[in-house]
């Protein structure tokens, strides 16, 4: 199965180190042979059409960035390089959703499969690419793009399939996750923890997509679409981040049996994101980077999955299992 | 009694009112028991239901409904003073209880709400949303729980 990267940041480069650890695994378990025949990033595009030799591979991730490679655009690539899968992996924009969006049009429109970790694109058009993808007969996968490692949206559309899912609330931020359990264990102000957060990298340089809701939102409005069938927008989410929780609610909070935890929440009449007060025996008052998210369901009543949030090589553990998932589709047409 | 241990309540009696067997002959059993949330109180019934038990009776319907919310902000005593009475004049729920934290400049408040059903409640919840962002608060509300 010939590949395509695009996008070689932390994720790119921990997905492409996978591929080529688990060729054999891969081969053994699931007869599936990736190859990977093109990487783009900004700086340009490295192509080679029998499928790079994992030395080359190790050199690439070992170097960090694309180096002497072909002047391409990743929508050149797409369009022109032979492969079945594409992995769109660049940075999110909610706004436009591109340069993401462009991409996955062009794989899919080229007749490619389609995995991604991307919010923006799935925020801006998520109906446009399922439709998209079903009218050009290709897979699309995205379970990287909530909850970093836990199986979110593949465990919704096919273990709970008996059930009706009635709510889906969750912890799915982990930087706001690990500022909200300092500030518990701590008592100190938000401000003094981002900058910790920040320092040990579990914070951007610029936090406020996270400490405004604003991701948690976006994964609320994708589970919406993609596990509840609806056709939420971004701007339907009702959001409060955690920027006012100050280490006097959390105490008063903890006093009373109760965390304080920024959880989104999507069901067919509600989309929000706020602080909540979660009792301290609940699932979903895991602490640190971790996130957590419960089903509440007609049958099983409650499930809850529990994981790392975020993190390369976590993420790629769902991006390796939507190219699994995508080879067995394809096996069973 | 299982159901009631497993989701954290605390039995404080159990009487066996043998004298009071129905027609069926089944004993009524009066339990009481301490709990310290609505939510795990209705999954312990629930779980009763669920096993057969009949449940004919509840305590006292107001000890039944209870929320904990929490507000933040920039507010003095003459705010809490002004929630708690347009609270208390819209009638169904109360404030049983209200726990103050001061920080530098602004001020943290925990309200116990106790109602005499769900319904109420909900609505002294939304008056609560309405305060808060008619003077620019926080509010923190409990996480939903299953019913």
Redesign the interface.
């Known amino acids: 199965m010939k590949v395509i990267v695009v996008g070689f940041g932390n994720l790119g480069k921990a997905l492409v180190r996978i591929l080529s650890q688990k060729r054999d695994f891969l081969e053994r378990r699931y007869g599936l042979s990736p190859q990977i025949v093109a990487v783009v990033d900004e700086y340009g595009a490295l192509v080679k059409e029998g499928g790079f030799t994992a030395r080359e591979l190790q050199g690439l991730v070992e170097r960090g960035r694309v180096v002497g490679g072909k002047r391409m655009s990743g929508r050149e690539v797409i369009g022109e390089v032979e492969g079945e899968v594409v992995f769109e992996l660049t940075p999110t924009n909610i706004e436009t959703g591109e340069p993401g969006l462009s991409h996955i049009r062009e794989a899919m429109l080229s007749g490619k499969h389609v995995v991604t970790s991307n919010k923006g694109p799935l925020v801006v058009a998520f109906r446009e690419l399922e439709e998209l993808s079903k009218k050009r007969s290709v897979e699309f996968r995205y379970s990287a793009s909530v909850g970093g490692a836990i199986p979110v949206i593949s465990f919704a559309k096919k273990l709970l399939t008996g059930n009706r899912i009635?709510a889906i609330?969750g912890v799915l931020n982990g930087t706001t996750n690990y500022i909200l359990s300092r500030m518990s264990q701590e008592e100190v102000p938000l401000d003094i923890v981002v900058r910790e957060a920040q320092e040990l990298g579990i914070a951007e340089k610029d936090p406020s997509l996270d400490l405004e809701g604003v991701d948690t939102a976006c994964k609320i409005t994708i589970l919406a679409n993609a596990v509840l069938g609806r056709n939420a927008k971004l701007r339907e989410v009702k959001r409060?981040g955690i920027l006012?929780?100050?280490?006097?609610?959390i105490?008063?909070?903890h006093?009373?049996?109760?965390a304080?935890?920024l959880?989104g929440?999507a069901s067919d009449r509600l989309l929000e994101v706020?602080?909540?007060?979660?009792?301290l025996?609940?699932p979903?008052a895991v602490s640190g980077t971790l996130n957590a998210v419960t089903f509440?369901l007609d049958l099983a009543?409650?499930i809850t999955l529990t994981g790392f949030g975020a993190g390369p090589q976590e993420t790629s553990s769902s991006l390796l299992g939507d190219l699994v998932d995508i080879h067995q589709s394809l096996a069973s047409r | 009694m299982e159901p009631i241990s497993r989701f954290?309540g605390n039995i404080k009696s159990v009487v066996h009112r043998r004298e009071k067997k129905t027609k069926l002959g089944l004993v009524p059993v009066t339990v009481v028991l301490e709990i310290?949330?609505r939510?795990?109180f209705r999954k312990i019934l629930s779980e009763l239901r669920a096993q057969g038990v009949k449940i004919t009776h509840v305590g006292e319907k107001e000890e039944l409904s209870e929320r904990?919310?929490?507000m933040?902000?920039r507010m003095g005593v003459e705010d809490l003073r002004e929630i708690t009475e347009r609270i208390n004049r819209k009638g169904g729920a109360r404030i049983s209880d209200m726990?103050l934290?001061?920080?530098k400049e602004?001020?943290?408040?925990?309200l116990?709400l106790n109602g005499k059903d769900e319904r109420t409640l909900e609505e002294a919840l939304s008056l609560l949303e309405k305060v808060a962002e008619e003077r620019g608060l926080?509010l923190?509300?409990?996480?939903?729980e299953?019913s």
């Open positions: 009635l609330r409060e006012r929780v100050t280490p006097e609610v105490r008063l909070a006093e009373a049996g109760f304080v935890k959880v929440t706020g602080p909540r007060l979660v009792p025996h609940h979903l509440e009543r409650e | 954290g310290g949330d939510g795990r904990v919310v929490l933040a902000g726990r934290s001061m920080g602004e001020m943290a408040v925990r116990r926080l923190v509300k409990a996480l939903e299953r």
